[in-house]
Nanobody, 127 residues
Framework: QVQLAESGGGLVQAGGSLRLSCAAS????????TGWFRQAPGKEREFVAA????????YYSDSVKGRFTISRDNAKNTVYLQMNSVKPEDTAVYYC????????????????????WGRGTQVTVSS
């Protein structure tokens, strides 16, 4: 069982930066692929970024590629999402998700592939 807790959300001006954290409980979290998703008001939840258990493999949606960076520190059981050059359209609730991959390098962009979810953190970008 893994429990996830997001933090770091808040209000930021367009063009600014924000770093989200996803802290996990559970001894085997380091073997889990992790992803970030977001959901804006009135819209479906969408994929943002994913990272393999080792951090070697990463994948981004086209809408954030080049602006956001996903990383992880397995010693701290934490995954990060560095958000730079944010835009008003980045406003959403951001969710962290994780799934076991048995130390494979697999990563996933579909929410249906993830077993565990956090409760989300609100990010609001003002223009």
């Amino acid at each position: 069982q893994v429990q996830l807790a997001e933090s770091g959300g808040g209000l930021v001006q367009a063009g600014g930066s924000l770093r989200l954290s996803c802290a996990a409980s559970g001894r085997t979290f380091s073997s889990y692929a992790t992803g970030w998703f977001r959901q804006a008001p009135g819209k479906e939840r969408e994929f943002v970024a994913a990272i393999s258990w080792s951090g070697v493999n990463t994948y981004y949606s086209d809408s954030v590629k080049g602006r956001f960076t996903i990383s992880r520190d397995n010693a701290k059981n934490t995954v990060y999402l560095q958000m730079n050059s944010v835009k008003p359209e980045d406003t959403a609730v951001y969710y962290c998700a994780a799934t076991s991959t048995n130390y494979s390098g697999l990563i996933y962009s579909s929410e249906y592939d993830y077993e565990y979810w956090g409760r989300g953190t609100q990010v609001t970008v003002s223009s």
